[in-house]
C-alpha cells in the first residue's frame, strides 16, 4: 500500500474523539470518512478531523471509496450488528472497539463473524499498550519467576456522561465488569498467558448514580467490586474495582508475584483531572522488588507530553494504532488482540457480573455453553 491510509470512523464520542487525535499525530493517515449520527458529536469530530466526508448511514459510509480500514467507536450494543453489515458490505481491515458485544446471545454471531470474515479484525485492548503496563509485561518473568499472583486494582473517577447516557445501564453496556473491566480480563489472559477456569465476584452499586433518573429509570450499573480469577495453569488474578476513589494518586495499580519476586506497575489518571494546585501530574512507574537480595527498585517510565494530551490513556491509543496500521499496510501478518481474545475479556466479564448477582462462582466452560444455547 503506497501514499495514505485512509480511515472511515462509526461513532465520535468521547471515545471516537480520542481516536481522531491519535490518528492525526501518525505518518501518512487520513480520516476520509464519519458516520456520527449525534448532531453535537459530529460538531466536535469535524473540528478534530475537518477534511472528512460526514455520512448518514454505515452503509454510505462504506461507499466512499478511498476507504482502507475502519475504526468502530460506537455505543458497546451496537458493535456485533455493525460488525455484521460491515462483513456482508465490504469487509475491510476493521479496529473495533470494546467490548466486542454484549449480550450474551451474541456469542455464537461473533464466533461465526470471526469464520467468515476475509480481513483482519483487531479487538481495541488499549491497556495492553500503556508503557508502563508494557514494561510489566516485558519483564514479569525474570522478575518473579513465573507469575503466580496477579492483582489489578484501579481506583478511578465514576462513568462519564454519554450521548443519551446509554452507559447508564446493564442491557446497553453488558455490566460494569464487561463494559469497564473487560480491559483488565483481556490484560489477565495476556499477561498470565493462560485461559480462566473459574470467576468468583462480589459487588455493589453503592455511591454513584442513585440520585440519576432516566425516563423514570434509575441506572443499575455496578461502581465496585471484587473478581477473583483461577487459571488452567494454576495462577489466580483479583480485579479491585472502586469508581468512586478519583482521589488516588494513581488510577492502576498492578502487581505480579511469584517465587523469585514481584513487579508493579503504577499508572495515573488522566492527566486533565489532576488538580493543578498539586502541580505536575504523577509519573507512571514500575517497581522490581527481587526477594534475594531484598531491595526494590523504581523507574520511571514517561510518557511523551503529545500523547498524553491526545487522550486519557497513556499514549496507549497512539501505540494500539500504530500495530493496527502495520496490519493494514501489510507490514504485520496479524492483529495482536483477535477477536477470540475480545469474546473472552467479554465472557469473563459476564462470569463476574453473573457470580457478583448469584454469590456463586461460575465456570467459564458453563457459561460459554449456556451463552451458545441461548
Not at 478511498?66 to 465490504?90: G, K, M, W, Y
Not at 490484560?187 to 477456569?197: C, E, Q, T
Not at 465476584?201 to 450499573?221: C, F, K, V
Not at 500523547?307 to 504485520?332: C, I, M, P, W
Request: aromatic share 8%.
Amino acid at each position: 500500500m503506497s501514499g495514505l491510509t485512509n480511515y472511515g470512523i462509526i461513532g465520535c464520542g468521547m471515545m471516537g474523539q480520542e481516536h481522531l487525535r491519535n490518528i492525526a499525530l501518525l505518518p501518512g493517515t487520513r480520516v476520509a470518512a464519519i458516520f456520527e449520527p449525534d448532531a453535537g458529536m459530529a460538531a466536535a469530530a469535524r473540528e478534530l478531523a475537518p477534511e472528512a466526508v460526514f455520512t448518514t448511514s454505515i452503509a454510505e459510509l462504506l461507499q466512499v471509496e478511498e476507504l482502507d480500514c475502519l475504526l468502530i467507536a460506537s455505543p458497546n450494543f451496537r458493535h456485533a450488528e455493525q460488525l455484521e453489515e460491515i462483513r456482508v458490505t465490504r469487509p475491510l481491515p476493521v479496529l473495533v472497539e470494546k467490548p466486542l458485544f454484549t449480550d450474551p446471545a451474541d456469542l455464537d454471531r461473533i464466533d461465526a463473524f470471526r469464520a467468515s470474515y476475509p480481513a483482519p479484525v483487531w479487538v481495541a485492548m488499549e491497556y495492553r499498550y500503556m508503557p508502563p503496563v508494557a514494561a510489566l509485561v516485558e519483564q514479569a518473568e525474570q522478575a518473579t519467576g513465573g507469575i503466580r499472583m496477579l492483582t489489578i486494582r484501579e481506583h478511578r473517577f465514576p462513568f462519564l456522561e454519554k450521548v443519551g447516557n446509554w452507559n447508564r445501564f446493564n442491557r446497553n453496556t453488558g455490566g460494569t465488569f464487561v463494559e469497564k473491566c473487560c480491559h483488565f480480563f483481556d490484560l489477565m489472559r495476556f499477561i498470565l498467558k493462560s485461559d480462566p477456569v473459574r470467576v468468583m465476584a462480589s459487588a455493589g452499586q453503592n455511591a454513584n448514580h442513585l440520585d440519576e433518573r432516566y425516563d423514570g429509570e434509575t441506572p443499575d450499573i455496578l461502581d465496585n467490586g471484587y473478581v477473583i480469577v483461577d487459571f488452567e495453569n494454576g495462577a489466580r488474578a483479583l480485579l479491585e474495582l472502586c469508581m468512586f476513589a478519583e482521589g488516588a494518586r494513581y488510577q492502576e495499580e498492578i502487581s505480579a508475584v511469584g517465587p523469585v519476586g514481584k513487579i508493579e506497575a503504577l499508572v495515573p489518571g488522566p492527566g486533565r483531572f489532576w488538580p493543578e494546585h498539586l502541580g505536575e501530574p504523577p509519573v507512571p512507574q514500575v517497581i522490581v522488588s527481587p526477594r534475594d537480595p531484598k531491595g526494590p527498585r523504581m523507574v520511571e517510565i514517561p510518557v511523551d507530553p503529545k500523547l498524553l494530551a491526545a487522550g486519557d490513556h497513556n499514549g496507549s491509543t497512539f501505540y494500539q494504532h500504530e500495530g493496527f496500521l502495520a496490519v493494514v499496510r501489510g507490514e504485520k501478518s496479524a492483529p495482536e488482540v483477535t477477536v477470540h481474545d475480545g469474546s473472552m475479556a467479554v465472557l469473563m466479564g459476564m462470569a463476574a457480573q453473573e457470580s457478583a448477582r448469584t454469590g456463586q462462582a461460575v465456570l467459564l466452560k458453563d457459561l460459554a455453553a449456556r451463552a451458545t444455547a441461548a
